[in-house]
């Protein structure tokens, strides 16, 4: 099966997903300074929830480049991981609507949790079709960052409920872990030439 109907889908989904985040901000009445502080905490979850999406996009590509099979699995996988990341409009707003209160929060955590999952079970989809000696199985190595994160966020939801301000603190450094780029990948493409 090509994979380039599945990244061309995704690449929709994700551009929709962000496009349907932006729209949540909605326009305030007031034209004073004050207006404009009143959405400070929708446009912080906004832009926490877009760098979110932005690095599951670069990942997701990434991630597709190394593969070279498509099959019915990779592709359930693939919807099962655009399910939660279509969940982060809701999320996110809810969240910056109610100033991050605990259910918010820990609600954005839990969608959070559940698309570093449905990643991991898309890359063992793509490793699976295409064997233990695939080009993503050889790059992703040890995937210290993959295993983490998962633990920070179920961290940050529990904090969630004794000290919500640590656990959003939780969620922007697992955003600032994965923006530090990951070459892995890329270099895994430049030990098969």
Not at 129 to 150: F, H, M, T, Y
């Amino acid at each position: 099966m090509n994979k380039g109907r599945l990244e061309a889908f995704s690449d929709g989904v994700i551009a929709i997903i962000i496009t349907i985040m932006v729209l949540e901000m909605k326009v305030p009445h007031d034209a004073s300074f004050q207006g404009l502080v009143g959405l400070l905490p929708v446009f912080l979850s906004y832009v926490l929830s877009f760098i979110y999406v932005g690095i599951y996009w670069n990942n997701h590509h990434h991630m597709l480049q190394a593969s070279t099979r498509v099959n019915g699995s990779v592709l359930w996988a693939n919807l099962h991981l655009l399910f939660w990341l279509s969940l982060f409009p809701f999320a996110t707003g809810w969240m910056g609507e109610n100033h991050f209160a605990p259910l918010p929060s820990i609600v954005y955590g839990v969608v959070l949790l559940a698309a570093a999952i449905a990643y991991w079970m898309l890359q063992q989809c793509i490793i699976s079709a295409e064997g233990e000696g695939s080009r993503l199985r050889r790059a992703i190595g040890r995937d210290w960052k993959g295993k983490l994160s998962p633990l920070l966020y179920l961290t940050a939801i529990l904090l969630t409920f004794v000290r919500p301000w640590l656990a959003q603190t939780i969620y922007v450094l697992v955003a600032l872990m994965w923006l530090v780029p990951d070459r892995r990948i890329e270099s895994g493409f430049r030990g098969d030439a």
